[in-house]
């Protein structure tokens, strides 16, 4: 098994990293894209996240690892707690799952395809179940998501709406669950994304590469020190990764009771109102991806502090162009977040 880059030794890309650890502290933020330049370990920290997630519960025997606490309307009937209609059944501590989606994935590969060895060898009909089966309850890795095929997206687009994989085929009728954090990267320049693939991910990062001296160096001198001893410098990197998997997993656990104050709502929609976003569901990424981060600081409210914290990465993707205005989305939510907070604290100041 190969080991996988420590993700706390990824050096500068605090704000990929951040949002890599609110979606897997509240996995309703919708998913991450990261766009940019090739190797600024974009593909490094997706991987190096699989290697920290803490563990989850599952039903034992379960092809989907159902949740033990979550109803079973849309399991198979195979599943041991449909089996026991929503009683008490066994479980067990499997790993959150970070299924890679290749780009040259069959459809029958993805959604999953009758079993054809079991049909010619013993004459059944068995679904074999495919990578958004594996993806439950994980992540959904795509790397150069903007060449994904065309058919795919339509596939991944009904299924990140439904949160089922329905597969009708060759006299097979099989609904399964498939909720996924859909993780996707990419460089700009090889194509753009699908609006109606790119409107599903809650969090959106531009990358760079690094232009800091002393942050190009420590990549450098990282990189070298793991490829010539993988397990060693995992090793001495552990502490840190156990310290950051205990943060999730305390984040986890108070999200549920951090507050999202009246305040706090009224400031998201301003800021929502001032770039000018279609529909509500900026702010509804905005709200929960800055209910994360308080969870994540331990903070039992959501503030101005957290808002402006989360909101470039939850708000870039959806501005719409402005012929009038040649700055990138990126300049334009940082110019709005300017216009609002700094105004208020040169008010404040002057109350004062």
Known sequence: MAVAYPFSAIAGQEEMKLALTIAAVDPSVGGV??????????????????????EMQAVEGCRYHCAPDRDTELCEPGCPKMQAGGGEVPTHSVEVPVVDLPLGASEDRVVGALDLERALSHGEKHFEPGLLARAHRGFLYIDEVNLLEDHLVDVLLDVAASGENVVEREGLSVRHPARFVLVGSGNPEEGELRPQLLDRFGLSLEVET???????????????????????????????????????LDAKA???????????????????????????????????????????????????????????MSLRHRLR????????????????????????????????
């Open 33 to 54: 894209l990261i766009f940019g330049d090739r190797g600024t370990g974009k593909s490094t920290a997706v991987r190096g996240l699989a290697s920290l997630l803490p």
């Open 210 to 248: 690094p232009s800091d001296l002393d942050t190009r160096i420590e990549v450098v001198r990282r990189r070298d020190a793991f490829d010539r001893d993988k397990e060693g410098f995992k090793r001495s990197w552990q502490a840190e990764d156990d310290k950051l998997r205990q943060t999730i």
């Open 254 to 312: 108070r999200l549920a009771e951090t507050q999202v104050p009246d305040a706090a709502l009224k400031r998201a929609s301003e800021i929502c109102i001032q770039l000018g976003t279609d529909g509500l569901r900026g702010e509804l990424t905005l709200m929960r991806a800055a209910r994360a981060a308080a969870a994540i600081d331990g903070d039992p409210e959501v503030t101005d502090a957290h808002l402006r914290r989360v909101a470039t």
């Open 321 to 352: 162009r402005d012929p009038l205005d040649e700055a990138g989305s990126t300049t334009r939510v940082e110019r709005v977040l300017s216009e609002l907070f700094d105004a208020d604290a040169e008010q404040s100041g002057e109350a004062a």
